[in-house]
């Protein structure tokens, strides 16, 4: 059984930053692209970051963000830094090319 279960998500002011983790089960994540998605209230929700054979970011978060992975952990992070309200969402993990999510974890940036 697949778990992906988020943590880190919190309420933060502009400028700020967060660490979130992403703790998979039930898979070894080394031989996976992994992904961070989030969604905002009302919107779509939207690719964040991968970690595969490369990492990509949304144009959004490109300087600010970073996904890494420690597979001796089975855990994927992304830190986020210089937050800004516009990045208030849940966000998602995933295991790219499958079915497989996390429930996600709030992150809210607001003053």
């Known amino acids: 059984q697949v778990q992906l279960v988020e943590s880190g998500g919190s309420l933060v002011q502009p400028g700020g930053s967060l660490r979130l983790s992403c703790q998979a089960s039930?898979?070894?994540?080394?031989?996976?692209?992994m992904a961070w998605y989030r969604q905002a209230p009302g919107k779509q929700r939207e690719l964040v970051a991968t970690?595969?054979?490369?990492?990509n970011y949304a144009d959004s978060v490109k300087g600010r963000f970073t996904i890494s992975r420690d597979n001796a952990k089975n855990t994927v992070y992304l830190q986020m830094n210089s937050l800004k309200p516009e990045d208030t969402a849940v966000y998602y993990c995933?295991?790219?090319?499958?079915?497989?999510w996390g429930q996600g974890t709030q992150v809210t940036v607001s003053s």
């Open positions: 995933k295991v790219e090319g499958s079915s497989f």
């Open positions: 039930g898979i070894i994540i080394s031989i996976y692209a």
């Open positions: 970690s595969g054979r490369s990492t």
